[in-house]
């Protein structure tokens, strides 16, 4: 079985300004809902008590929040999670006084109110601890980016480096558009799936830069556009295969991996598309705007090329 | 052509084997046990404490499975909860506060492996349920008592060497001595350096008083700050003795943060009392020369402290005697009448310490007070009969069995040497690690099979290969996991969902480079070949970024994070080797001997 028979070259640099403008239409649209509405963050990065309690019949939701009113906690969100039966709840940091203890005094007095009510998780984080994590999360994406520019530039030449990172970094910034969009919840898990992305996608460009690299040694008098249209159109099934495999994994963990691994899921699958689209029309655009040549490869020979021209 | 060496097919066999017998234990699962330690250091783990658990269970009529006796501890594992929770009582009966009887899990792995070191791999608390505490010590309180202490040392130096003064105060970390003229305080400075290497002096004279203004030098801070993490380690360590939990893990984390994880803990509430009881002792003298000013002010050298029935103390400033001096303390009996006591036994400095107070004050009273965040509360009050040496102290009157033992537990488990603050916890109940458990296995499972089946339809036999080879880095993975003991959490399981759909790849790669070259009219042997040696230096580079990744996420990553990253890198080493050389081993045992290859079955 073979999906991709593709005779001739498809000429991917040709479409170069349509797709440009596709991305840098997405990539500002994603910045704008950045910008506009922000990220959702999760009680990781925000502090404040999450807790999920499951009762043994269907929770009645307007009871518990009346008895949280009565403790005093106004602002606490209360919803479903999973099943009618488990509740979840969210008490901001700002009406926390009494720090852990929280947790505590909440379940108490759901116990008082319906004896069946079983703590299944209690998430406490503090103003330090988030901030930390912010730093932290900011520092393993820098830290990440310049590992793989770094790694890149040895192993290429810098503007493959270069080419490569802006492609993913426009992955990412898509995701946490589509985050901010839909106001889905930033936790840190969602963080760890957005830097495995950035590892992951980082892949895809190799790929097809390893493509180039050998078509400029072997095809010699072909033009620059068409080596990399012939390396991406050649990768092209590797491509749609792999990511279909990693998706195939990432589906099932999205819709059996249960609450925790759904954004972490729906993160990698935005990811994973993303990553498709901008390692062949995002990171190869931008290396012929950087100007790659055959001369990044190989040190031209005088003797040899006297002797093929005419 | 496609020929390993035969140490190269023994090397992977080898691998493989290795992966079989370490990955084998997780497969039999864990059975309820009690975890049996002793408390005190003079007590040990032995064949007689074997024999005493063996009799208590037999009388109690509950049957273990297996009992072991390992270095510091003895295990029983039993066949259901029922007994588990039976022989706790029984054994927590029968052995007494000398020993914790803590719930735990033991696998039901036979004995040969484990005598290979061949254990189940380690369940993070989100998987098996238990707490985890992020407490943050607070330095600026350790700094201020430390600066108080010193302020009382100065006055007692001073005082001891005959060295006039006439006052000493402290405001934050700076203590000023004042002296009536610059001969008192040259002689004072000279006596104080001597004594006092950790601190920095400077003299002054301000309207016509003559000033020495001690500081603490920045390396003394650093070390007061150092120490008081790790006395508080130790204090938490004790504490959670008492609670009883068979694998607590307690660390320090950073400068000023403790990590505290309790698998199995269910009572969070209890946990989080006894831990977040940030007490630190004190001794102090009651003064009943004075009362209560005005308004509730405390007369100048005294504060106010409510005792636990809110009657008002006066009590003096200055400090006999902190919690970390002392030993232990033991609820107990008075010996003359019976009443319930509690008994303390002090270190050398505190005993010196304690007598020389008691000397001076026989007939008052000393309050023991104990700091809950900043505020007071009088444990106890006692009236002080004699002079008392030896550093062993017996505090009895108006209380009960309890209260004597609840006051024993407090003393006994130490001061805390700087107040702590819960700043993160992590709850996961029992039922909802089961259940994370099965859906991580479970979204696994279901991608893997979705990936095999495809891989099988589109690239026949080679896609068989390359699911071989996945599986066999599946088995390597948790062979790895399970060897290095690494703690495997939710993200952990989804990360070993993720590399398995990431390593697929690699193969991805080789069998569309194999087609490619077989297209190109490039005979089958040779194709392989090729096929193999151009895929792998993309491979190389494509999991090295990915390795990247892993690494900066390990190390800027906490709790979550950091259980991802750690089973991302592993799966990233393993998914190379079975990719590249399980499935060539694999390919070359299929094809390679073949001398005529006219075709290859890769769709």
């Known amino acids: 079985m073979e999906f991709f028979k593709i005779k001739k070259d498809i000429p991917f640099m040709s479409y170069g300004k349509v797709t440009t403008s596709i991305s840098l239409i997405t990539f500002l649209l994603a910045v704008f809902f950045l910008a506009t509405r922000g990220l959702n963050f999760g009680v990781d990065f925000t502090g404040g008590t999450v807790m999920e309690v499951h009762y043994s019949q269907s929770a009645d939701l307007e009871k518990v929040r009346g008895k949280l009113s009565e403790i005093g906690l106004h602002d606490s969100v209360v919803q479903n999670f999973g099943s009618s039966k488990d509740v979840l709840i969210q008490v901001p940091l700002k009406q926390n006084t009494v720090g852990a203890k929280l947790s505590d005094n909440v379940l108490e007095a759901l116990r008082v109110q319906d004896a069946s009510v079983e703590l299944r998780r209690v998430e406490f984080v503090g103003p330090q601890v988030g901030k930390d994590l912010v730093e932290n999360g900011a520092m393993a994406l820098l830290l990440v980016s310049l590992g793989i520019v770094g790694y890149l530039w040895i192993r290429f030449e810098w503007k493959f480096g270069l080419a490569a990172i802006i492609a993913n970094l426009h992955d990412v910034v898509i995701i946490l558009g589509f985050f901010a969009f839909f106001q889905w919840e930033f936790s840190l898990s969602v963080l760890a799936a957005v830097l495995a992305v950035l590892g992951y996608s980082v892949n895809e460009s190799v790929v097809v830069f390893d493509r180039i690299r050998e078509n400029f040694k072997k095809m010699r008098k072909t033009e620059v556009a068409e080596i990399i249209d012939n390396a991406i159109t050649r990768t092209m099934s590797r491509t749609i295969i792999t990511h279909g495999c990693t998706q195939m994994m990432v589906t099932s963990m999205l819709f059996l991996g249960g609450a925790t691994l759904h954004y972490f899921a729906l993160a990698l699958t935005i990811g994973i598309l993303f990553s498709i689209y901008s390692s062949v029309l995002v990171a190869s655009p931008l290396l012929m705007i950087f100007g790659v040549s055959r001369e990044d490869f190989i040190k031209p020979e005088k003797t040899e090329a006297e002797e093929v021209l005419p | ?603």
């Not at chain 2, 719930?103 to 005598?115: M, V």
């Not at chain 2, 070191?117 to 330095?139: E, I, K, T």
């Not at chain 2, 630190?280 to 003064?287: A, G, P, Y």
Request: charged content about 20%.
């Open chain 2, 1 to 603: 052509m496609n020929h390993y060496p035969i140490w190269k097919y023994l090397l992977i066999l080898f691998a493989i084997v290795a992966g079989l017998v370490y990955a084998l234990p997780n497969l039999y699962g864990e059975s309820p046990a009690v975890q049996v330690l002793p408390l005190r250091s003079n007590l040990k783990a032995d064949t007689v404490l074997l024999q005493r658990v063996e009799e208590a269970l037999q009388s109690a009529q509950i049957q273990p499975e297996v009992m072991s006796l390992e270095a510091t501890s003895i295990k029983v594992r039993f066949a259901d909860t029922d007994s588990q929770l039976k022989a706790k009582d029984a054994l927590h009966a029968a052995l007494g506060d000398d020993y914790v009887v803590a719930l735990n899990l033991l696998s039901r792995s036979p004995q040969w492996l484990t005598n290979l070191n061949a254990l189940p791999m380690y369940l993070g608390l989100d998987l098996r349920g238990g707490v985890h505490f992020l407490m943050q010590v607070d330095m600026k309180a350790a700094l201020d008592k430390a600066a108080e202490s010193t302020s009382s040392d100065i006055r007692s130096t001073l005082r001891e060497a005959n060295i006039p003064y006439a006052g000493v105060t402290r405001e934050v970390n700076a203590i000023t001595t004042k002296f009536r003229d610059a001969d008192a305080r040259r002689k004072g400075e000279a006596e104080l350096k001597q004594r006092f290497a950790g601190l920095d002096f400077v003299s002054s004279e301000v309207a016509g008083e003559f000033l020495l203004v001690a500081n603490l030098k920045p390396q003394e801070k650093l070390r007061i700050q150092e120490s008081a993490v790790q006395q508080n380690l130790v204090t938490l360590r004790n504490r959670v003795n008492e609670l009883g939990v068979a694998e607590p893990v307690i660390q320090q984390q950073g400068v000023d943060r403790v990590v505290v994880q309790l698998p199995g803990v269910q009572d969070t509430a209890r946990a989080k009392d006894i831990l977040g009881r940030t007490a630190t002792l004190e001794v102090r003298l009651v003064d009943d020369e004075h009362q209560i000013g005005a308004g509730g002010v405390a007369p100048f050298g005294t504060e106010i402290f409510k005792d636990r029935d809110g009657t008002a103390l006066v009590v003096k400033k200055s400090v006999i005697l902190t919690g970390e001096r002392i030993n232990d303390a033991q609820p107990g009996f008075d010996s003359r009448n019976n009443e319930a006591a509690v008994h303390i036994n002090l270190d050398a400095v505190g005993a010196r310490k304690f007598k020389e107070a008691t000397r001076e004050n026989v007939g008052k009273r000393m309050a023991i007070i104990l700091f809950e965040k900043g505020r007071g509360e009088v444990v106890t009050a006692p009236v002080i009969r004699e002079e008392i040496g030896g550093g062993r102290v017996q505090i009895s009157g108006q209380m009960d069995t309890a209260e004597s033992q609840n006051t024993a537990l407090l003393l006994r488990a130490g001061a805390l040497a700087a107040p702590m603050e819960i700043i993160e916890e992590r709850t996961v109940g029992p039922s909802l690690g089961a259940e994370n458990i099965e859906r991580g296995f479970n979204s696994t499972k279901i991608g893997f099979i979705a990936i095999a089946v495809f891989m099988i339809v589109y690239y026949l036999m080679f896609g068989t290969i390359s699911v071989l080879a996945l599986g066999a880095n599946l088995l390597l993975l948790v062979a790895l996991l399970s060897m290095l003991q690494a703690t495997l959490t939710l993200p952990g399981m989804a990360a070993i969902a993720l590399t398995l759909g990431m390593a697929i790849d690699s193969n991805v790669l080789i069998n569309e480079r194999i087609r490619e070259e077989l297209r190109n009219g490039v005979p089958p042997q040779m194709a392989i070949h090729t096929g193999y040696e151009n895929a792998f230096a993309t491979i190389l580079d494509s999991n090295i970024t990915t390795l990247i990744a892993g690494i900066a996420l390990f190390m800027f990553g906490s709790g979550p994070i950091k259980g991802f990253a750690v089973v991302l890198c592993l799966g990233i080493l393993t998914s190379m080797f079975s990719a590249v050389l399980v499935s060539r081993a694999l390919v070359n045992l299929f094809y390679g001997r073949k001398v005529r290859l006219n075709k290859v079955a890769i769709g």
